[in-house]
């Protein structure tokens, strides 16, 4: 029987992490992009818009990702796509973490104050310039913090890409289990590495709130 | 060649599907009650605990809080035999739910807690009440009360969590929408199916979860007027 060494274990989850890595900051990307765009819908003057793209927040939020990424796995394939896994996952994620990131981003634009909105049109501005110059510049400064803070969930939401195929720190850690018998030694070196990527994060959030908060506190 | 939808097909076999609504409704329900009680319970330890506890406490919500559930759920199932611990995959399940939840409910009730204002409880250390009569009757209810939205919120994310407990074979509703789709072929119709319920289930949770804070809390505008 071959035996595996600790070290054998780490190396072949660090080679599956940069999966996790990549699709995490092509999925953040993404959303990112793609959140903006229902921000401007969801904020927009036009009814139905704001109307479809709530429709189209609580779809993502009421629903597992889980179930979002078998949709868009098995979806796309009806339809004669050659899906592979990794861009499936992607573009699960990418959907999933637009509509949290354009809730998060909304309730920024909302806490500017009114004045400001109802200032900016009276300088005749059009929608557009007033997003541009006037919100979302002072929407940015309270939007930082919530959104790194989310970052960490879209991490952990590239593990259950694990479940449809895709290779990252998760199945990896499913593939050594399986060929080593050290699920307690793999399952805690993978946690462990998760939360390597995580823990920075969260705590780069909470002291970028505690920065901007400043002028808030007494 | 084209596809034919058929999404009647799911309900080939609706005792799979009911079994699974009913383990998805089983597991939120005990994992949320015990979850939360296990946040309360973390929010006094950080807050108001024996010093050596506080600690503890914080390192368990950090290392829960920047883990994935699937992870932990793993590490539950596969890992805990390998030192001894063998539990079933229901237990498993709701272990996990419940260590998940309490970590986030710890942090969000601390937020709560740190809300009340301190006035509060020296009125209360005035009237001669201990401190756990204090925490217990004035810091907890309006602290509760406070993010009784954003507990809601994390519950639902919770319970839409569980749909990968289908990973190490509980019978909840995901698992139900891969055996149907084993069955019949029909993967796509199954899914569909499966993700409008928990769509139905969130919205239905929400709903719960709402009136229940106004059961326990009275409307607010209500409560502030007494």
């Known amino acids: ?218 | 060649m084209s596809y034919h939808f058929d999404f009647l097909a799911p309900f080939d076999y609706p005792a799979v599907l009911i079994k699974g609504v009913l383990v998805t409704i089983e597991l939120i329900a005990i994992g949320g009650v015990l979850g939360v009680a296990v946040g309360i319970f973390g929010a006094w330890a950080r807050t108001q605990g024996p010093r050596w506890l506080r600690p503890l406490v914080s390192a368990y919500v950090e290392l829960i809080r920047n883990t994935p559930f699937l992870i932990q759920l793993f590490f539950i199932f596969f890992g805990l035999p390998g030192i001894g611990l063998q539990i079933g995959e229901m237990e498993a399940a709701v272990l996990a739910m419940v260590i998940n939840l309490g970590a986030y409910s710890c942090e969000i009730i601390r937020a709560g807690i740190a809300a009340v204002a301190r006035g509060q409880v020296e009125a209360g250390l005035s009237l001669a009440m201990t401190r756990m009569q204090i925490f217990r009757h004035v810091i907890l209810p309006p602290a509760l009360q406070k993010i009784w939205p954003a507990l809601s919120s994390q519950v639902v994310i919770v319970m839409l969590g569980s749909a990968v407990c289908s990973q190490i074979a509980v019978e909840e509703l995901a698992y139900a929408a891969n055996f149907i789709q084993g069955r019949n072929f029909r993967s796509f119709e199954s899914y569909l199916l499966s993700t409008a319920i928990y769509l139905l289930l969130a919205i239905g949770l929400r709903q719960l979860l709402r009136l229940i804070g106004d059961r326990l809390f009275g409307r607010p505008a209500a409560k502030e007027a007494t």
């Open chain 1, 1 to 218: 029987m071959i035996s595996f060494s600790v070290w054998d274990i780490v190396r072949n989850l660090l080679l599956a992490l940069r999966w996790t890595v990549l699709l995490s900051l092509a999925s953040f990307a993404l959303g990112g992009l793609l959140g903006l765009i229902i921000l401007f819908m969801r904020t927009s003057k036009q009814a139905w818009l704001r109307r479809l793209t709530k429709m189209y927040i609580e779809l993502f939020q009421g629903t597992p990702l889980l179930m979002q990424l078998f949709l868009a796995f098995f979806g796309l394939a009806l339809f004669g796509l050659e899906v592979p896994a990794w861009l499936a996952a992607a573009l699960a994620l990418t959907c999933w973490s637009s509509a949290y990131l354009a809730e998060i981003w909304r309730g920024c634009v909302d806490a500017v104050p009114r004045g400001q909105w109802e200032a900016s049109s009276c300088l005749a501005m059009s929608y557009m310039q007033q997003m541009r110059h006037v919100i979302l510049p002072q929407a940015l400064r309270i939007a930082i913090p919530p959104t790194v803070g989310f970052s960490v969930q879209i991490v952990k939401g590239t593990a259950v890409t694990s479940i449809i195929g895709f290779v990252e720190l998760s199945k990896a850690g499913t593939m050594i289990t399986n060929a080593t018998f050290q699920p307690f030694t793999v399952y805690a070196l993978v946690a462990l590495m998760y939360f390597a990527l995580c823990w920075p994060l969260s705590k780069y959030s909470q002291s970028l709130e505690r920065k901007y908060n400043a002028a808030n506190r007494h």
